[in-house]
């Protein structure tokens, strides 16, 4: 079982970047996927979570209405539309999965960079 994110860059501030996040595994059954980023010199931190029965979502309150997941069910893959990017949002963002039955996220991706230009 893996997840791959992909979509990450160099943008300026106000612009957007959509990041994807791909789950595959014989043995996988999603719980709940999510994104986590961490800055230079700081702790990893929560961003943003959907649960893939009934969709509900979950914010950060730093990203709250400017970030949106959303997810396609059969390919098992969720995105994360960033708008109106700010330079404190420049972190390497990370991609989980909460498999059913599992406790917490026991399945991460390896990152990919998002970078804010001012």
């Known amino acids: 079982v893996q997840v791959v994110e992909s979509g990450g860059g160099l943008v300026q501030a106000g612009g957007s970047l959509r990041l994807s996040c791909a789950a595959s595994?014989?043995?996988?059954?999603?719980?709940?996927m999510g994104w986590f980023r961490q800055a230079p010199g700081k702790e990893r931190e929560f961003v943003a979570s959907?649960?893939?029965?009934?969709?509900?979502?979950y914010y950060a309150d730093a990203v709250q209405g400017r970030f949106t997941i959303s997810r396609t069910i059969a390919s098992y893959t969720n995105y994360l539309q960033m708008d109106h990017l700010k330079p404190e949002d420049t972190a390497i963002y990370y991609c989980?999965?909460?498999?059913?039955?599992?406790?917490?996220?026991?399945?991460w991706g390896q990152g990919t960079q998002v970078s804010v230009s001012s």
């Open positions: 989980a999965a909460q498999q059913t039955g599992s406790q917490g996220y026991g399945v």
């Open positions: 595994g014989r043995t996988f059954s999603a719980y709940a």
């Open positions: 959907i649960r893939w029965s009934g969709g509900s979502k």
